[in-house]
């Protein structure tokens, strides 16, 4: 069974940075656009990133520029990068497949962003 492992979150201050990192077992996920997604109290999960199996990679407005996603397809792990963190950053982090959901959730990895 192919599991999502996330991990890399914390507690920072704004300004600071943080490197996420999604594993994925059981299979390699090289042929995939994979994404980065989060999910804050209250609102609905949110792609915040995503990147082809050839390294495209697109963002929403609100990380561009800050954020930088990347993979490593023999490793079959995804990273996510975020320089200059603020508040509105704080969610609950989680990667998948894009555009459609072909995994099962991870448990996620919590980002909180201090003003």
């Known amino acids: 069974q192919v599991q999502l492992v996330e991990s890399g ?3 920072v201050q704004a300004g600071g940075s943080l490197r996420l990192s ?3 077992s059981g299979r390699t996920f090289s042929s995939y656009t994979m994404g980065w997604y989060r999910q804050a109290p209250g609102k609905q999960r949110e792609l915040v990133a995503s990147i082809t199996r050839s390294g495209s990679t697109n963002y929403a ?3 561009n ?3 930088t996603i990347s993979r490593d397809n023999a490793k079959s792990t995804v990273f996510l990068q975020m ?3 603020k508040p ?3 969610a609950v ?3 998948n497949t894009y555009p459609t959901i072909t995994i099962g959730w991870g448990q996620g990895t919590q980002v909180t962003v201090s003003s």
Do not use: I, P
């Open 61 to 63: 407005d609100s990380v």
């Open 9 to 11: 979150g914390g507690l």
């Open 65 to 67: 520029g800050r954020f």
């Open 22 to 24: 999604c594993a994925a």
């Open 88 to 90: 509105e950053d704080t």
């Open 93 to 95: 982090y989680y990667c």
């Open 83 to 85: 320089n200059s963190l």
